[in-house]
């Protein structure tokens, strides 16, 4: 039997190293060792198979565990994170999370908690976009600017991405992450998000 560490963080000014603790307090606890870690910097909205976690899942055997901080780590939405635990299961893996509490094994109380959990988090997500939708759709009909007034500092007019506003406001409706605007864009996620706070967001 063996024991994982996994570590994902979604953005290179993200540490690693307060999971890392995580997970080496909570085996301390337990008496436990880890034989292997796995980090990655990567969004969790890219399937499990185009990260790291799936070739730890392919070499996970049975009753290996995968420890992690929290269920969020594996996925940020109801279908990845039911896929990856059915994975786990086929193969005899367990996953194990920290913050959680949930220690998820092949029975049906581990498949009905993490059936539970996905969907409360998929619901969070869709109430906060939909909320985002309902606000700038208020803005519009209400005629309001939806950018702070042209001639202070930098003209809105003058930014790069003042062109793509209409493409902005379409994915935001949409609900797509930030992240995934800028790489349509092809620019940095920071640029995206200070434009939207700046000249979106703001009256």
């Known amino acids: 039997m063996r024991r994982y560490g996994y570590i994902r963080v979604s953005s290179d000014k993200q540490t690693v190293e307060n999971q890392r603790f995580e997970i080496n307090q909570f085996c301390q606890q337990e008496g436990l060792t880890i034989d292997g870690w796995i980090e990655e910097t990567v969004s969790g909205t890219r399937t499990y198979t185009q990260r790291r976690l799936g070739e730890l899942i392919q070499q996970a055997g049975e009753g290996d565990i995968i420890i992690c901080s929290e269920l969020s780590r594996l996925g940020r939405n109801l279908y990845m994170i039911m896929e990856i635990l059915s994975q786990c299961m086929s193969r005899g893996c367990h996953v194990w999370t920290i913050k959680d509490g949930y220690r998820l094994g092949d029975d049906i109380q581990s498949k009905v908690l993490a059936f539970a959990f ?12 939909q909320r985002t939708k309902e606000a700038l759709a208020r803005k519009r ?36 992450p930030i992240r995934e605007i800028a790489r349509k864009l092809h620019c ?5 998000r200070n434009y939207i706070q700046a000249y979106i967001m703001k009256e």
């Open 141 to 176: 009909a209400e005629g309001k600017h939806l950018g702070r007034p042209e001639g202070r500092k930098t003209c809105k007019k003058a930014l790069a991405l003042y062109q793509h506003e209409a493409f902005i406001l379409q994915e935001l409706e949409q609900g797509t």
């Open 188 to 192: 940095s996620r920071n640029t995206v």
């Open 118 to 129: 996905g969907l409360s988090a998929e619901i969070e997500r869709n109430l906060i976009s």
